[in-house]
Nanobody, 115 residues
Framework: QLYLEESGGGLVQPGGSLRLSCVYS????????MAWYRQAPGKQRELVAS???????NYIDAVQGRFTISRDNAKNTVNLQMNSLKPDDTAVYYC?????????WGRGAQVTVSS
């Protein structure tokens, strides 16, 4: 059974850091363009950062310079290093493929930024 499993969320003060990880249970992970998404309370899910199979990365303006997406194809994982966190970053974070064809969504990782 194929799945995505996110981990690493938590409660952090403004200005703090967290590192999220996501593991994919299937094969051919290195071929997929991957991304991190987030969904804040009362808002639609949005794409935050992408990393393509060749290693190129993209970020939305709101996280550019603060978040870093990376991948380890040998471990079937995609990571999101989040620095200088702000209250507006509070959301449930999910990983999935970047594009219209996606895997079943995992449970996500709750990130709460609050003093």
């Amino acid at each position: 059974q194929l799945y995505l499993e996110e981990s690493g969320g938590g409660l952090v003060q403004p200005g703090g850091s967290l590192r999220l990880s996501c593991v994919y249970s299937g094969n051919r992970f290195s071929l997929f363009d991957m991304a991190w998404y987030r969904q804040a309370p009362g808002k639609q899910r949005e794409l935050v950062a992408s990393i393509f199979s060749g290693g190129t990365t993209n970020y939305i303006d709101a996280v550019q310079g603060r978040f870093t997406i990376s991948r380890d194809n040998a471990k079937n994982t995609v990571n999101l290093q989040m620095n200088s966190l702000k209250p507006d970053d509070t959301a449930v974070y999910y990983c999935n493929r970047d594009g219209k064809i996606q895997f079943s969504w995992g449970r996500g990782a709750q990130v709460t930024v609050s003093s």
